[in-house]
């Protein structure tokens, strides 16, 4: 996941970002910087639809009430990926993968991702076949996009 180049095409005034999915500004932490890089390529790199992003929305897991970083839905407006993301000054750890993959506990999506922005951990979930693989990237979309 090469995320460097879309650091300048990121819209950046006064210590604020914008988000692009939920169509304003957010305090620019680490952590949000590293989320609109993840925007940025599912959008051009990967080319996913903005009408399939969701950031940041409540889940409840275990009668506890969570958020996610970002979903990408299929077609059927079903979760398709689950990517967590971290500040760029943090490591990728084991934590972070237990934190996805109990999220994906009320998600079910097949695609998993954890990046700081430098680093990125993917897997793909096999519920049939009870697995988790780690795989090199995230699927580019082949699905037309509403």
């Known amino acids: 996941m090469k995320l460097e180049h879309y650091f300048n095409s990121l819209q950046r005034v006064e210590g604020k970002i914008f988000d692009p ?7 620019e932490t680490k952590e949000e910087i590293v989320r609109q890089l993840v925007i940025q390529y599912l959008i051009n790199e ?4 903005k009408g399939r992003i969701a950031i ?22 079903k979760p398709y990926i689950l990517i967590e993301c971290k500040s760029y000054e943090k490591n990728i750890t084991n934590e972070a993968m237990h934190q996805i993959a109990r ?22 979930v096999s519920f049939l076949e009870n697995s ?15």
């Open 103 to 124: 999220y994906n506990l009320a998600l079910n999506a097949p695609y998993l991702c954890v990046t700081n922005g430098i680093q990125a951990l993917t897997a793909k």
């Open 21 to 27: 999915i939920r169509k304003k500004w957010l305090f």
């Open 132 to 146: 988790v693989d780690i795989i090199d990237s995230l699927p580019v979309n082949l699905i037309k996009d509403f």
């Open 56 to 77: 940041e929305k409540t889940i409840l897991l275990r009668k506890q009430t969570k958020r996610f970083d970002i979903v990408i839905y299929d077609q059927f407006i």
């Open 46 to 49: 990967l080319k996913y639809g």
